[in-house]
């Protein structure tokens, strides 16, 4: 396919409004791509041999099937300098940035200047007929571009770009630049191209769908449904060593999650950045690793993350894809804040120094693949099950307590909200971000951010409440104060507190020294544990929602209730009043 | 098999006629010597180069074909003093090139000549006009064009049989001709051509200043360049297709 006729359509594309023509003018490029079939004797060329494969990757910006980490590494002012040399006598780059600057996007940039100036020796050897740039051609050139590193390689990378553009005619050049710059924007995206392969190739959309979450490539997926139709789309599997995108969540409450599936799997929330843990003990194909880690955005951070490499190759005995969160820790274990875990990310050199300074320790929480098996499918439950046998039989065979097998994040299955309320408060006790609630029958949908999936949401809003009570902890709590009594005013004159609950959630041990400090000289009476506090302190306090409740004497009640901080700058008199907490509940 | 001994200066010279057009290149040992021919990703410019056995210290090669990192090379050559020789053997068990220079061994991988962009073929041209001048008139030339522009006419005045260079840019032009006398010879025929900076200035790199070039030119048509290095054992010949003139 000449590159002219890609343009042409992509600029067609680009003029549809409707969705369901722009599925049908990609159906139709996809048919045009496809190469003659070839004649039974004789013909060399095989369907593979034809553009589909490229096309189906060109109309969305990429160059590069979506789980490859190969990139052009080409950036914007290389690119203009390309534009530049093939568009003319004494047009520079300075040129092609004051026109972006007035026409606001590259494609129309390309598409303003006169190319082929410059002519190829090939005019000249008399071999050179008609040609027109191929969509192959262009692809090729575009590989050996990204191919291209070492000292020189930048130069190398504006030749062979400037090769390309003196090829082009203005349309070619508007939509070479877009690709070169991944910035497409011709409104095809991944659920059009899906739609026109189902359609160009008569398969079912789900069916395709499947496909392209197991493989993440779109271009072989339109040449198979093409070439081996339904059965090969439903033989593709994940492969270990080609990353799958992550499977995300949404915000949500403990009430919705429970009411709609009546039972939650809960988990910790992790401050730490997703990664995908590829293994295989035998070595993953193509590379000469065993081991190879994904960032959520299916990038290759192996090298940057030496820990999660050991922790496979110690742990892991068969090939697996898992997914989970690396969280920074410091000397003693705790965790540090995300920040300190994305420094690692970054990091290029210098890994074992950045070490030191940061370590990272996994923690896994599903599994997608295990033993030549697929579990994508398979309800979480089921899933979260094979990652236990699969850490736990490496780890500690005859351990019978899960939290003790390393790299396994927990899970509960619970239907009491108050169950999850503690869950939730240990887990914030450990330094962790909260929970997350999931469908305990769901399948694993990557790149979905589904319902199945929730983060707990954060707190929407805060309430100043005036502490009015606590009770002396025990154990290691017995000299702090916890569990506070929260208390609004009720009416204008501030005169009597209402209590509204209580909250014990959100506190680590030093904060409960600091507020015992500060609340004991407030103390009224004791009675056993139980203290009642002259009202004099205010705090900030998080929740999910206000709920009616006979048990306080306002007759409501905060549904987990998180402490956020002491409002020093407020008196009781300045703290949130009962028909505040009226008016947000009847919002 | 391939071993050889040749001068640094001679290496160096040779790498960087090459490396001012690709990053890697396809070396044909011959048995009369080496012979490399390369052609930038854009096809438009090329180098084809011939180094005569009698150019090295001692030669010994029977037909064989590698692929180099010309970077990688030149940084080899780099390590080289002036007046040093340096020694070459290819191990064809493990496709690696063992390089000595004085004390120093370096063994340099290979890169698979398939993998390296095909050959050019030499277009055979008719250039009617031929003008033999000095490297470094060639080079005042390049510099005072790009000066003001980033292309370059090159021609020939039959009327008054001088070469020209021209050169316009926004603002500012140049101007220079070359007459019988400033030229070591020339050949008169009909020809003017325009062409890119950015390739006539890298060829203009490697070639030295008290070299004597010829340029064979024609109307609108790729421009020729050779000159000797190496005392006359080595040969290089470039070749510039040229810019569309506007006007």
């Not at chain 1, 890609?6 to 490029?29: G, N, S, W, Y």
């Not at chain 1, 293994?279 to 820990?307: C, H, K, Q, W």
Request: net charge negative; proline share 4%; glycine share 8%.
């Amino acid at each position: 396919m000449e590159f002219a006729t890609f343009a042409d359509r992509a600029a067609e594309i680009e003029a549809e409004p409707a969705d369901l023509e722009t599925v049908d003018h990609v159906r139709a490029l996809f048919e045009e791509s496809t190469g003659e079939i070839p004649e039974e004797d004789g013909a060399d060329l095989e369907r593979g041999d034809d553009e589909l494969e490229i096309v189906a990757r060109y109309v969305q910006g990429r160059v590069f099937p979506a789980w490859e980490s190969t990139t052009l590494d080409i950036g914007p002012s290389s690119c203009y300098e390309a534009i530049a040399r093939a568009a003319g006598t004494n047009v520079g780059p300075a040129d092609v940035e004051d026109r972006l600057a007035e026409l606001g996007e590259i494609g129309d940039v390309a598409a303003s200047y006169e190319y082929g100036g410059q002519r190829g020796l090939g005019a000249f050897t008399g071999d050179a007929g008609g040609n027109a740039l191929t969509v192959r051609e262009v692809d090729e050139t575009l590989r050996d571009l990204a191919a291209a590193d070492g000292s020189g390689s930048a130069d190398r990378k504006i030749d062979l770009l400037f090769g390309l553009f003196n090829q082009c005619s203005n349309e070619e050049a508007r939509y070479l630049a877009r690709l070169v710059l991944s910035e497409m924007r011709i409104g095809v995206g991944e659920g059009t191209v899906r739609d026109a392969i189902a359609a160009a190739f008569e398969v079912p959309t789900e069916r395709v769908e499947r496909a392209l979450q197991v493989s993440n490539d779109y271009g072989r997926v339109a040449r198979v449904a093409r070439d081996e139709g339904l059965e090969g789309l439903d033989a593709m599997d994940l492969e270990v060593g080609r990353p799958v995108q992550a499977m995300l969540a949404q915000t949500g409450t403990v009430t919705g999650a429970l009411e709609e599936w009546e039972e939650a799997a809960v988990e910790w929330k992790y401050d730490g950045a997703r990664v995908q843990l590829h293994y295989d003990p035998d070595g993953i194909e193509a590379s000469n690793a065993e081991t190879r880690v994904f960032s959520r955005n299916m990038e290759d951070v192996t090298t940057a993350l030496p820990e999660v490499v050991e922790f496979a190759e110690e742990t892991l005995e068969v090939p697996v894809i898992l997914d989970g969160e690396v969280v920074a820790v410091d000397g003693d274990g705790s965790p540090l804040p995300f920040q300190e875990v994305l420094k690692r990310f970054r990091r290029k050199h210098d890994i074992a120094k950045a070490r030191e300074d940061v370590t990272v320790r996994p923690v896994f929480f599903d599994c997608l693949h295990a033993e030549g098996t697929d579990y994508l499918e398979s309800p979480l439950t089921e899933r979260h099950d094979q990652l236990v046998e699969l850490l736990a039989e490496a780890d500690e065979p005859d351990s019978d307590s899960l939290d003790e097998i390393r790299g396994l994040s927990l899970l509960w299955r619970t239907d009491d909200p108050d169950e999850i309320e503690s869950i939730d408060a240990e887990a914030l006790e450990s330094g962790h971000e909260g929970i997350m609630l999931k469908d305990p029958n769901s399948a694993y949908s990557p790149g979905r951010r589904g319902k199945h999936w929730r983060k707990r949401k954060p707190d929407v809003e805060t309430l100043d409440c005036v502490v009015t009570g606590a009770e002396w902890g025990e154990g290691r709590r017995a000299t702090f104060l916890g569990t506070f009594e929260l208390s609004v005013r009720n009416g204008d004159s501030g005169d009597s507190l209402e209590t509204v609950g209580k909250v014990a959630t959100g506190i680590t041990d030093e904060k409960l020294a600091d507020l015992t400090e500060l609340l004991e000289p407030h103390v009224q009476t004791e009675e056993g544990q139980r203290v009642e506090l002259e009202p004099a302190v205010v705090f900030e306090v998080g929740y999910e929602e206000i709920q009616s409740s006979p048990t306080y004497s306002s007759g409501y009640a905060l549904r987990f209730p998180r402490f956020r901080s002491v409002r020093h700058d407020k008196d009781p008199a300045d703290a949130d009043s009962l028909e505040r907490i009226e008016r947000i509940r009847d919002e | 098999m391939f071993k050889a001994i040749v001068s640094a200066e001679t290496l160096t010279s040779t790498l960087d006629s090459i490396s001012v057009l690709v990053d890697e290149c396809k070396i044909h040992l011959e048995e009369e010597g080496l012979e490399i021919r390369a052609v930038d990703p854009a096809n438009v410019g090329m180098v084809d180069l011939s180094l005569d056995a009698a150019a090295f210290e001692s030669y010994e090669a029977d037909g064989g074909l590698i692929g180099v990192d010309l970077s990688r090379l030149e940084d080899i050559a780099g390590m080289a003093e002036s007046g040093q020789l340096i020694q070459f053997e290819l191990d064809e068990e493990t496709r690696k090139l063992h390089i000595q220079i004085d004390g120093l061994e370096y063994t340099l991988a290979l890169i698979d000549p398939d993998s390296i962009r095909q050959e050019p073929d030499i277009p055979d041209l008719d250039l009617p006009a031929e003008v033999v001048l000095e490297g470094k008139d060639l080079n005042r030339s390049v510099t005072a064009a790009d000066m003001v522009s980033d292309h370059i006419a090159l021609g020939v005045d039959e009327t008054d049989e001088f070469f020209y260079v021209n050169a316009e840019g926004d603002t500012d032009d140049v101007h220079l001709e070359l007459t019988r006398d400033d030229l070591i010879d020339l050949q008169v025929g009909p020809a003017r051509s325009l062409f890119s900076l950015d390739y006539l200035k890298d060829m203009n790199k490697a070639i030295p200043s008290d070299t004597e070039v010829t340029l064979a030119l024609g109307e609108e048509f790729p421009i020729k360049m050779y000159f000797g290095f190496a005392e006359g054992d080595g040969q290089v010949t470039y070749m510039l297709a040229p810019r569309i003139q506007s006007d």
